[in-house]
């Protein structure tokens, strides 16, 4: 019982490291049960409602398709086609689909909406990636790695590059497992405070360990997992000629490597622009898992969605 039956999923940091762990044991039991054709219908009758302020493949593939096989159905809620995108506000929208359907997942710019539309909700409120967070792929990095390196136990990652969302979530799951994970980013880009000291504040209690540099070369130390994201995300496009220059120095390739255990695995959520934040060689070479990890994001959705509506 992992006690988050209609609860939302904002940030991992709301989430007990238990059920955080729990989450990933039913992941992989739901992945052993679809690769062996078993049905899994948990969530006959059930809707999710999904909201895309930006674009996905993933995101969007996982959860229709893991909806999809749990028996339950999808209604898409683009943005701008809800009277939401011509200025209804998101706490009427909260109450009015709360009515109709049983959750709603959300991909979004501003964090604070998510939060509002959670608040005013009377059914959980599953975050998608907002500017400050991505838990749910955060859930599906840490059971790759669990697949790969057989447990979270001792495992020592490096994040390189934008200390933004993805990263943010890195750190709240870390530390919520008792993971090392040293960020490196470029000045300017680093980890947002709050989220650093609440990462710390749960370190404290699980014995993780969470870094944050400015070296690169620093972070890949002994390094088990190796990650990076994007330099510009989506909304900061404007921005992208001067993050080239800002995040040299940042690239994952086979010099910066070298730091890393023998075994190192890479990872990075994608989508992925190689020769900018990674390297073909390494994004492409015996390395990488980061197909593993897009398909993971279905298996541990799926662990979500049943926890949080069966
Ligand atoms: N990693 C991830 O969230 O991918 P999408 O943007 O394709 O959903
Ligand atoms: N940091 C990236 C992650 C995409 C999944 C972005 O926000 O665009």
């Known amino acids: 019982e992992l006690n988050i039956k209609g609860k939302d999923l904002l940030t991992l940091a709301d989430y007990?490291?238990?059920?955080?762990?729990?989450?990933?044991?039913?992941?992989?039991?739901?992945?052993?049960?679809?690769?062996?054709?078993?049905?899994?219908?948990?969530?006959?009758?059930?809707?999710?409602?999904?909201?895309?302020?930006?674009?996905?493949?993933?995101?969007?593939?996982?959860?229709?398709?893991g909806m999809l096989q749990l028996g339950g159905q999808v209604i898409h809620l683009n943005g701008q086609e809800l009277?939401?995108?011509?200025?209804?506000?998101?706490?009427d929208t909260a109450k009015v689909l709360s009515h109709y359907i049983d959750a709603v997942m959300i991909r979004t710019f501003s964090h604070?909406?998510?939060?509002?539309?959670?608040?005013?909700?009377t059914i959980p409120i599953i975050n998608g990636l907002t500017d400050l967070y991505h838990p749910c792929q955060a859930l599906a990095d840490l059971l790759t790695v669990?697949?790969?390196?057989?447990?979270?136990?001792?495992?020592?990652?490096?994040?390189?590059?934008?200390g933004n969302n993805v990263a943010h979530s890195l750190m709240i799951a870390a530390a919520k497992t008792g993971m090392k994970l040293a960020v490196a980013s470029p000045k300017g880009y680093e980890p947002n405070a709050v989220v650093l000291s609440k990462a710390q504040e749960f370190a404290k209690q699980t014995g993780a360990e969470i870094i944050v540099t400015n070296s690169p070369s620093e972070a890949v130390v002994d390094a088990d997992v190796?990650?990076?994201d994007v330099w510009t995300s989506m909304g900061q496009e404007a921005e992208n000629e001067q993050r080239l220059k800002d995040f040299e120095g940042y690239q994952v390739n086979e010099e910066l490597v070298k730091g890393a255990?023998?075994?190192?695995?890479?990872?990075?959520c994608l989508p992925a622009h190689r020769e900018e934040e990674v390297t073909a060689a390494i994004i492409d070479g015996k390395h990488s898992y980061v197909f593993q990890q897009a398909g993971n994001r279905l298996h541990a959705q799926k662990a979500l969605l049943v926890e949080i509506l069966k």
Not at 112 to 121: G, S
Request: proline share 3%.
């Open 16 to 65: 007990s490291s238990e059920t955080i762990e729990g989450l990933l044991d039913l992941a992989i039991q739901l992945k052993n049960a679809h690769l062996s054709g078993e049905e899994t219908p948990f969530l006959k009758g059930k809707i999710l409602g999904l909201i895309f302020d930006k674009p996905s493949t993933r995101t969007r593939v996982s959860f229709e398709a």
């Open 226 to 228: 190796i990650y990076t």
């Open 83 to 91: 009277q939401l995108g011509r200025g209804e506000p998101v706490s």
């Open 261 to 268: 255990k023998d075994d190192f695995m890479f990872l990075h």
């Open 146 to 162: 669990i697949e790969v390196k057989g447990s979270l136990n001792g495992i020592k990652m490096a994040y390189i590059g934008d």
């Open 112 to 121: 604070k909406k998510v939060e509002e539309l959670a608040e005013h909700a």
